[in-house]
DNA sequence: ACGATGCTTCGGCTATGATCGAAGTATGGA
DNA sequence: TCCATACTTCGATCATAGCCGAAGCATCGT
């Protein structure tokens, strides 16, 4: 019975709760609850019926109560719903720095998205690395470009999750590059420090960033004006 | 904001009505009634505020009102928040004829789902004519299979859609064939009589299965065990 | 042991919205 | 023209569930 499911993530405290956990890290009980705007026994109700449904996942350390979502699949549709919410107009049009930096580059439960992560798999197929337009493969040259970066795609493939999954951005209508490979190039980032995280919002360093557009992300001769630089 | 659209999926009514819709076909107002198990005026609301949101499409035509999903996104949501109510065991486990048939051949907004859609895309892909296991390109040697069977690739590809999308089967959880390509086989499938729609599952004939399996889906050295006949 | 912090449970208030009967509008056919 | 069918709008009813205050449990630090 979908419509069980689709209602537990009708309520806006529940939506909140949820768009948080988005990126894949676990919050407290007490960090959601400031996130969805509630008092905290609102919040623990909420909690636990999204538990229930085994949308989260919530563990005890402490005397803290750490929720995350369940799994990948959670958050794709939680990207879909906001696609569909953004195509009816029912979206906030919030402008403001903020949203701003959600819109130039955020985490899609453990990758990279928004403006940077679009750009990054434009740039992934013009040079070859990757084959597709919505569906893709790596190609050889691909494995050796991510080997050079310090991944090794064959080991990826050695696990269930698939490597290279095409994941549609909401705010930019088009795909971002997901999967284990996705998810290994954002833990990267973030180990060399281009890269931090600030909430579900990706901050670069102007080093970084310019490391990242020069390996990952090198404009090319695509139509789409060139990326701006992250403000 | 994302509540919004749950919210109008999360009723039982509104949900019954978007998965009657889900194979793409346009109904009226009293099917759906039907469909939904409330009276005409219920529905007649619901149907209201599902086409503000744009997740339906009306259309009058003489004194019928038919609605149709708004585009293949909104059913992409639909199968994903099937997959989470599945996981959940939130599921009505309705063993019976007509779930059996569903599972065996339905229709996913234009194309073919099921234990027959699971089938052919992974004997596609054992034959090399589509590569990737979750992300999907057709080969050259596809190009030339969808040739003989009737289906120009490169015309599709001139369309805006997708031509080769990986689709997550809510039942059989893994991949068929979605995209552009996805919806001429299952026209061409139709066209030829091999099967025939009944709402949406897709009833096969014994010798347009015998040719389905024998052209687009030959069973293979796969661990799987051989489909069973469709009853 | 004690208090402080983090979280859960309970009870009652309230608002939202789903539902249907009844009446109203549009289209088609006789 | 008149009726039947298909659908929409209105109004009233009723149940569900979200919300918070207050009180209860658990864990940590001192």
């Not at 939680?78 to 906030?92: D, P």
Request: glycine content about 10%; proline content about 5%.
């Amino acid at each position: 019975m979908i419509a069980q499911v689709a209602a537990l993530l009708g309520d806006p405290a529940r939506a909140n709760i949820l768009t948080a956990l988005i990126d894949g890290r676990a919050l407290t009980v007490s960090e959601l609850a400031r996130a969805a705007g509630v008092t905290l026994q609102t919040t623990s109700g909420h909690l636990a019926k999204l538990a229930e449904a085994q949308l989260l996942i919530g563990e005890k350390q402490g005397r803290h109560r750490y929720f995350r979502l369940s799994g990948p699949d959670v958050a794709q549709v939680l990207e879909g719903l906001m696609g569909l919410a953004q195509r009816t107009g029912a979206v906030r049009v919030r402008t403001g720095p903020r949203n701003e930096a959600l819109r130039a580059a955020r985490i899609c439960y453990d990758h990279l998205a928004g403006e940077r992560g679009v750009d990054m798999l434009t740039s992934l197929q013009r040079r070859g690395f990757v084959e597709g337009d919505d569906a893709m493969t790596v190609m050889p040259a691909g494995r050796r470009f991510f080997a050079d970066f310090g991944i090794d795609v064959a080991a990826l493939e050695k696990g269930r999750r698939p490597v290279c999954r095409a994941c549609l951005d909401w705010s930019e209508r088009r795909s971002h590059l997901g999967g284990s490979l996705g998810a290994a190039v954002l833990a990267t980032l973030i180990e060399r420090k281009w890269a931090g995280r600030n909430g579900r919002t990706l901050v670069f360093s102007p080093a970084g960033l310019q490391q990242f557009v020069a390996v990952l992300a090198p404009p090319g001769i695509d139509r789409r004006p060139a990326p701006p630089a992250t403000p």
